[in-house]
């Protein structure tokens, strides 16, 4: 009798132990709650934009907790380049981290060593995300590996109302126009453009548009290794030699040249010039500086408004593949590429949406109505230039701080500058 009794508690505690391996064995595959247990994912957001970011990622933080009360979220508004090379080469990445998309060779390189989880499939709604740019940011060879955006980073022009009143001016409908405008400008003695000759990047942003306006189709071509799609297309040319000849009149001021950023917006924001041509991320400073502002894209001469599509990369994240908590991290990644968290950022950040996504994130001003209401939105020149990086050669640095600022201040032709952009070049 005993020893029954001790078979039936032996037998009854091996059941006991085969069921709690079998839960635990269950937690670990799954990685994500769904067994009924919590799981925490590490976030790291990038510290260069923490100013822009923060306040809006505790909002969008605090409502997915309250909708998925099983994951808790480590928000670190800490990344920078350093430490996500440290994490990659010590394989500590956390759940998700920002990646940026395709304005950096970074996530190809990730994705190729399988480092981080594609989502193509694990994004609710990603067919309003159909727009070409939009893919080619989003994906590696037709997989989507980071979280898609509603939103744009754009080079407007920043117009005073006042001025071109007082000149007698209207916002140009086609390039011509534009022209026509800046010489009346000038000649009713209004500066007509604050060009930051001497600040490296912020003196690309006319080029950028004038590339989106007259190059688009060409740089498309490179960016998709089209054959035969080079750099010696006349529309590249055309769109370069544009950008020197508006200085060779007279547009962008005297000693332009040596005018760094900042004393250019304070030009414009002083009254002391009638455009400024800068990125949609210094909106703030001009909607609160007291001009009586104006917004407009640079025009192609078809009449079309035209600027270069750089998703904004507020929300790009990507997956580690050695997460632990996938099925969490693909919820978050899930979360924060829907409506509710993108009206959140817009509501924080005011940036322009794109157009096509009008329809589904309410603008939070005027000015962003306006800036996200544009004809044509071409190819942002600085990926195309990272598309065609060659081993010997960082063709997106030689593009951006000697090309470009090259032909604006006339130290190369634009003939020069696109021959050495094409010797340079790795086409695909």
């Not at 727009?131 to 940011?137: F, K, L, S, T």
């Not at 189709?217 to 960016?223: E, K, M, R, W």
């Not at 991320?281 to 007291?290: I, M, Q, T």
């Not at 009586?292 to 035209?306: I, M, T």
Request: aromatic content about 10%.
């Amino acid at each position: 009798m005993k020893i029954h009794k001790i078979l039936a508690v032996i037998l009854c505690a091996c059941m006991m132990f085969s069921v709690l391996a079998a839960c635990n064995n269950s937690g670990e595959s799954s990685g994500s709650g769904s067994s009924g247990e919590s799981a925490t994912i590490r976030v790291w957001g990038d510290q260069g934009n923490q100013s822009f970011i923060a306040a809006a990622f505790a909002e969008i933080n605090t409502l997915f907790m309250s909708e998925n009360p099983d994951i808790s979220v480590v928000y670190d508004v800490g990344q920078t380049t350093e430490t996500l090379q440290i994490a990659i080469q010590s394989d500590t990445l956390p759940d998700l981290f920002y990646t940026a998309g395709n304005k950096n060779p970074q996530m190809g390189q990730l994705a190729e060593a399988e480092r981080i989880l594609p989502l193509t499939d694990r994004i609710d709604n990603i067919e309003r995300f159909n727009d070409i740019n939009v893919r080619r940011y989003m994906e590696i060879d037709g997989v989507v590996y980071t979280t898609p955006s509603y939103f744009m980073d754009t080079q407007p022009v920043y117009y005073n109302i006042d001025l071109f009143e007082q000149a007698g001016v209207d916002v140009p409908r086609t390039f011509e126009d534009f022209v026509d405008v800046c010489q009346k400008l000038l000649d009713a003695g209004i500066h007509p453009i604050a060009m930051p000759g001497a600040s490296v990047w912020a003196n690309s942003w006319l080029t950028f548009s004038l590339m989106a306006a007259f190059a688009d189709v060409a740089l498309g071509n490179i960016l998709d290794g089209v054959e035969g799609a080079t750099y010696l297309d006349p529309t590249i040319l055309q769109a370069f030699e544009y950008s020197y000849y508006l200085g060779e009149r007279g547009f962008y001021g005297r000693d332009f040249e040596i005018r760094n950023e900042e004393d250019a917006q304070l030009l414009f924001t002083s009254g002391g010039a009638a455009m400024i041509v800068d990125g949609s991320w210094a909106n703030d400073l001009y909607v609160n500086s007291g001009v009586n502002l104006g917004v407009f894209f640079v025009p192609n001469s078809a009449g079309q408004s035209a600027t270069a599509l750089s998703v904004n990369h507020y929300l790009s994240y990507s997956i580690a593949s050695n997460t632990e908590e996938s099925e969490a991290a693909y919820k978050y990644a899930n979360f924060i590429s829907q409506v509710p968290a993108n009206q959140i950022l817009q509501n924080h950040t005011a940036i322009p949406i794109m157009p096509f996504l009008l329809d589904y994130i309410e603008p939070a001003s005027d000015i962003v109505r306006m800036l996200s209401t544009v004809d044509l939105i071409g190819s942002q020149m600085n990926q195309v230039a990272t598309s065609v990086t060659s081993e010997q050669t960082n063709t997106s640095e030689l593009w951006m701080t000697v090309l470009v600022p090259g032909v604006l201040l006339g130290e190369i032709t634009a003939q020069e500058a696109v021959e050495m952009m094409h010797e340079a070049a790795s086409y695909n």
